[in-house]
């Protein structure tokens, strides 16, 4: 596209000499020129015109001057628009206070057409990159609004509402939370009813992060959510067939750690199995806690052929099962210190006969503590279910 030029001059031999001295240029379609003869006519070709790139301006005009039509023109607040002012040689005082308010640079008369054709060069570089840059900070604003869209259809589709045990007097309490590092995360929870007295709980995390992360989570979730919800399917048979899913339609070699739990409402066994994640931790009663064994089984999505295998854990009345990632436990302080297993399991000593969801409010408390004035490095994601 052409440049647009508008010449601003009360002068009108300046229109005869600039198209003489750029034919050339008008002719190839690389610059179009516009001429005002004053500030007034300047502003009114700018409405008519708005897409003009560079003016080229006399300070000394009737009606309105150079320098109140820079004025006007900073007042567009337009990066994209550069002015040259012109004026005499000896009128240095004005050229110096046009800079002072934003010309792009000055020429002095008589015009010396060789070095005017520089500078409009330098401005057509300049204006490039402006645009350039406006274009790059329009694509991250619409990327940003693209993620926040994201983010919401993210949490949108992990479960909030308890599922409903109808026939069952089923007594117990879960509650959860994931935050994720960036806009949109790779850790995700779920739970489902799958039969009158079973229900299906899921704490995983993804490799990576951002967008191709948020990408395989949902994929991950998905299928994992299918395999659960088949009734003769154990908690190795869900991941194992996940597994052979996932190994299908995972790429860049990404993979998702899992922990995937049925647990029986009626009589509070957990039949469970680990697919490379955090051994979660039961709170008993009494405050005792205990760590479920490290898994011995692989992350899902790498090799398709992995077999993965059953433990089972029961829940007595007011027995609480915590689930997480490395998000709780490798959280780094400023001193590049982890919060670890220490400190995770003292603050789940310190949550005995606590609810839920006020455990898990003061493991989050303790690791924001624990982390102050450093960024949040890793989605943090936990999941609780306590035995009525």
Same mark, same amino acid.
């Given at each position: ?28 379609? =690389?610059?179009? /020129?516009?001429? !005002?003869?004053?500030? $007034?006519? %300047? ?7 708005? #897409? ?116 069952? =007097?089923?007594? /117990?309490?879960? !509650?959860?939370?994931? $935050?994720? %590092? ?7 929870? #779920? ?137 709780? #436990? ?59």
């Amino acid at each position: 596209m052409a440049v647009k030029i508008l010449s601003v001059d009360d002068e009108n031999d300046l229109e005869l000499l600039l198209t003489q001295y750029f034919r050339r240029k008008i002719r190839k379609g =690389e610059y179009e /020129f516009y001429f !005002a003869h004053n500030g $007034i006519e %300047a502003l009114r070709m700018l409405l008519e015109q708005p #897409d003009i790139n560079i003016i080229l301006s006399d300070i000394n005009m009737p009606e309105m001057d150079g320098l109140t039509l820079l004025t006007k023109i900073n007042e567009l607040r337009n990066p994209a628009l550069k002015c040259i002012m012109v004026s005499a040689y000896g009128d240095m005082g004005n050229i110096r206070t046009a800079m002072n308010n934003g010309a792009f640079d000055f020429a002095t008369k008589p015009i010396d057409l060789d070095d005017l054709s520089v500078t409009i060069e330098k401005a057509i570089e300049q204006i490039e990159f402006v645009k350039k840059s406006q274009m790059e900070h329009s694509q991250l604003e619409m990327i940003k609004t693209d993620l926040a869209v994201a983010a919401e259809i993210q949490q949108a589709i992990l479960p909030k509402k308890l599922p409903v045990f109808k026939n069952l =007097e089923a007594k /117990f309490d879960l !509650a959860q939370v994931m $935050i994720p %590092a960036k806009d949109i995360g790779g850790d995700f929870y #779920d739970f489902f009813e799958i039969d009158d007295e079973r229900l299906g709980m899921v704490m995983a995390d993804v490799s990576g992060k951002g967008i191709p992360a948020a990408i395989f989570m949902a994929v991950s979730r998905t299928m994992i959510h299918i395999s659960g919800l088949q009734r003769d399917y154990t908690a190795a048979d869900c991941l194992r067939v996940s597994n052979q899913m996932l190994c299908k339609e995972s790429a860049d070699n990404m993979f998702v750690t899992v922990f995937y739990a049925i647990y029986n409402v009626k009589t509070g066994e957990i039949n469970y199995c680990n697919a490379g994640h955090n051994p979660p931790y039961i709170l008993r009663k009494d405050g005792k806690l205990e760590k479920l064994p490290n898994s011995d089984s692989g992350m899902l999505g790498v090799f398709d052929f992995l077999d993965f295998s059953d433990e089972y854990v029961k829940l007595e009345e007011g027995d609480m099962l915590m689930m997480y990632t490395d998000g709780v #436990d490798e959280a780094c302080n400023v001193n590049n210190e982890v919060f670890g297993d220490e400190r995770l399991e003292k603050v789940l000593r310190e949550s005995a006969g606590l609810s839920c969801q006020v455990s898990i409010d003061k493991m989050l408390e303790n690791v924001r503590a624990f982390t102050a004035g450093v960024p949040q490095s890793d989605d943090i994601t936990m999941m609780a279910l306590k035995r009525g």
